[in-house]
C-alpha cells in the first residue's frame, strides 16, 4: 500500500469502524477513543494523541464535523475542512481510525464502539466527559491527560 492509500484506508464509517473494532476485540487489542475539532494541529494534539495512543493498542480518533464545530466554537471555524482535519489524524502512525461525527457530542460513536479506555485533554474532568459513564459501565477506563503548556488552536488563531 502506498502512503495514501494507508491514510485513506483510516478514514472510516461507523459500519467499518465497527468491524475493525470487533476484530481488534477478538485479538485482545485494547481500544482508545478520543475525540475533538483538531483545528490548526499543533505539538499539543500530537503529544496528547501520542500519550492516548499508549494507553491502548489501537486509537480511534472521533472528529467534529463543520456544522458541528460552527455550532461550538462561532462561524469562524473551523479554520480548516472535515476532510482536512481527518487527512492530517489519519497520517499519523499511531491512530488506528479516523471517524466523523455531525453531533455536538460523540456519545453515539462511544455506544457504538465499546471502547476499552475513554481519553480527553486536560480542560476536562471525569465528570464532565461525554460517555465516561456508559464507558465504566462496560469495564473500561476513563482518563484526563494534561496538556501540554503553551499550545491552543484559539491563542494561535488570536495571535495572527
Given at each position: ?47 496528547y494523541l501520542a500519550q492516548a495512543a499508549g494507553l491502548g493498542k489501537r486509537l480511534i480518533v472521533g472528529v467534529n464535523s463543520d ?29 488506528d481510525g479516523v471517524i466523523a461525527f455531525e453531533e455536538d457530542t460523540p456519545i453515539d460513536l462511544i455506544q457504538a464502539l465499546r ?46
Amino acid at each position: 500500500m502506498t502512503p495514501l492509500e494507508l491514510v485513506h484506508d483510516k478514514l472510516l464509517s461507523l459500519t467499518d469502524l465497527s468491524r475493525r473494532r470487533c476484530g481488534w476485540r477478538v485479538v485482545s487489542q485494547p481500544t482508545v477513543f478520543t475525540n475533538g475539532v483538531f483545528d490548526l494541529v499543533h505539538p499539543g494534539h500530537l503529544t496528547y494523541l501520542a500519550q492516548a495512543a499508549g494507553l491502548g493498542k489501537r486509537l480511534i480518533v472521533g472528529v467534529n464535523s463543520d456544522a458541528s464545530v460552527k455550532r461550538l466554537k462561532g462561524d469562524s471555524r473551523p479554520v480548516m475542512s472535515l476532510e482536512a482535519r481527518m487527512q492530517l489524524l489519519a497520517s499519523l502512525f499511531f491512530v488506528d481510525g479516523v471517524i466523523a461525527f455531525e453531533e455536538d457530542t460523540p456519545i453515539d460513536l462511544i455506544q457504538a464502539l465499546r471502547p476499552d479506555v475513554l481519553v480527553k485533554g486536560g480542560d476536562y474532568t471525569e465528570a464532565t466527559i461525554v460517555g465516561a459513564p456508559e464507558v465504566r459501565s462496560w469495564g473500561g477506563s476513563v482518563e484526563v491527560l494534561p496538556f501540554v503548556d503553551g499550545y491552543s488552536t484559539t491563542r494561535i488563531l488570536a495571535s495572527l
